[in-house]
Structure formats: C-alpha cells, structure tokens
C-alpha cells in the first residue's frame, strides 16, 4: 500500500463513463486507502442516482452539488470545471489529515473508461521520489493537447491560430517524445509543464495551495518560453482570446511557488474500450 488518496470527479451528465469509472477506482484501493470526493453539476441524466446508488454500498464517497450554471461553449466550460476542481480542493484542504495523494480523474464517456493496468500506477508509485505529478499516455490515443505544456510547445494551440496545424505539430513532437522515452526502461518519465489527459496524480503536499484557473497568468511562463513558442510555430498571440484550460495555471503554478516536477509516463494507464459507443466525444 502507498498511503492515502483521495480521487476527485467533476461529474455532469456523465451517466455513460460514471458506472466504469467507479469500477476503476474500486481496483486501485489495492494501492492506497481511498477517498472519493465529487463535484456533482446539475445533469440530465442518471448521473446523480448511480452516485447515490454507489453510496448505499460504499461508504467512502462524499458528492458536493454544486451551484454553477451549465456550460454552453470552451469559456463556460472551463470556468465551471475551475470552479469544481477548486471546490474539490477547497474539501480535501478541511480534511483533519491530509491525504498523501490526489487524483483528478475525468468521469465522461471516453477518458477513463476502458480497464485500468493498475501495474502501471503501481509502477510509477514505486518511483515516487522522482516526481510530484504524473499523467499517462493511452491506448486509445493521447487526445488532451489542450493541457499539454512541453517544450517548446509552451502555451495554448488555442491562441496562436489556425489551431490545427499547431496540434498536428505538437502530436507528432510528442509521438517521437513517446518513441525515444519508451525503451529506456520503466522509469521513464517525460518531463512537461503541464498535462492531464483525463487522470492525473498529484503529491498533495505539493499542489494543495494551488487552484485552478482559465484565467491567463502571464507571471507563471518561464522567461522566454512563449517566444519560443511562437518561434517554434511562426505565428503571434491572438490576445482577444483571454481564456486557457485550466490545467496549465494549476500546474504552472505548482511549478512557480513549489518546485513541482511535473511528468507524463509514456504507457498507457487505460486499456482501449473493445466497441465504444458511436457518440463517444473522445477516443476510448
């Protein structure tokens, strides 16, 4: 065992993903001692009765209904998953002892859902002096670019316009990274300024004064590092879109007043879904 963990959800219409997703949890209390904590945003669907459902029979799961409204585009969206992982943070830091660990875990249809090789967590846990973060690659695809900070990819393909010659760009950068990293063995961790990916373990010492933000720090980039960027792509900022994921503040930040080293592991925690469903929003 590795201590204590506590997973967090943000869960909104998540009826699809919650059922496997909480399956997937259950099997890693072979590693730590489990608390869950959700954000539950006012859904359409049955999300909220398979939580209640899971709590008749596990006691170790507390559900926050939160207050935030739903979102319609990328600026509400990442507002109120801000707003939910602050929330989700706000309740571990009330805990009377802290938990060694924290996941942040996606409960959709599509991250998480194919059967976790709880070897791999158990793997990287076994090198937890290495690092304070790490995310994993996927057999069904890397797809969360939007989180990703490595360089000299830096900043958000959102603000340097057309977006998807940037993506293309940063994919195959990270493929090569994958490929080069792989066969040396299986303490081979990537190191990044930011990644999430749809699940990610965190130190809580190390990130729980932190938040999560779509609101744009300039203050948190190293020195140089947008220029390098915009170099490495040939194109300037667009400033009139204000707004980023809110990954790359929580982890900058970590970085900026913590030291936090920060990895992706190049293997997949999450087995490929056999025959996912046709309205999957994501590669599963």
């Not at 997703?21 to 608390?35: A, D, G, H, S, Y």
């Not at 340097?160 to 994919?171: E, V």
């Not at 080293?261 to 994501?282: D, T």
Request: charged share 20%.
């Amino acid at each position: 065992m590795f201590g204590t963990c506590c997973v967090c959800l943000c869960v909104l219409n998540n009826e699809q993903g919650l059922p496997s997703v909480l399956n997937n949890i259950q099997k890693m209390q072979r590693l730590f001692t489990i608390e869950i904590i959700v954000y539950y945003d006012k859904s359409h669907d049955k999300s909220l009765e398979i939580l209640e459902n899971y709590h008749r029979t596990h006691t170790n799961i507390t559900i926050i209904k939160g207050v935030s409204k739903l979102y319609t585009g990328a600026n509400e969206r990442t507002k109120n998953l801000s707003t939910a992982r602050n929330f989700l943070l706000q309740a571990i830091r009330k805990w009377y002892i802290p938990p060694d660990y924290f996941i942040m875990m996606d409960s959709n249809e599509y991250a998480c859902v194919g059967d976790i090789n709880i070897d791999i967590l158990e793997t990287v846990l076994k090198y937890r002096e290495c690092w304070d973060s790490v995310s994993f690659d996927r057999e069904a695809g890397y797809y969360d670019y939007w989180a990703l900070s490595i360089q000299p990819f830096i900043y958000s393909f959102f603000h340097m316009g057309p977006k998807s010659r940037d993506i293309d760009l940063c994919r195959k950068y990270l493929h090569n990274i994958f490929q080069i990293y792989k066969p040396m063995g299986e303490n081979a961790f990537i190191p990044v300024h930011s990644a999430f990916n749809g699940f990610a373990i965190y130190k809580t010492s190390k990130f729980i004064e932190c938040y999560y933000s779509d609101i744009i720090d300039w203050t948190l980039f190293p020195e140089g590092t947008i220029q390098t960027h915009m170099a490495c792509v040939s194109k300037s900022l667009i400033r009139i879109f204000d707004r980023d994921c809110e990954h790359r503040h929580f982890h900058l930040q970590a970085i900026k007043q913590n030291s936090a080293k920060i990895y992706i592991y190049p293997y997949s925690l999450f087995k490929k879904v056999e025959n996912p469903p046709p309205n999957a929003r994501g590669p599963c």
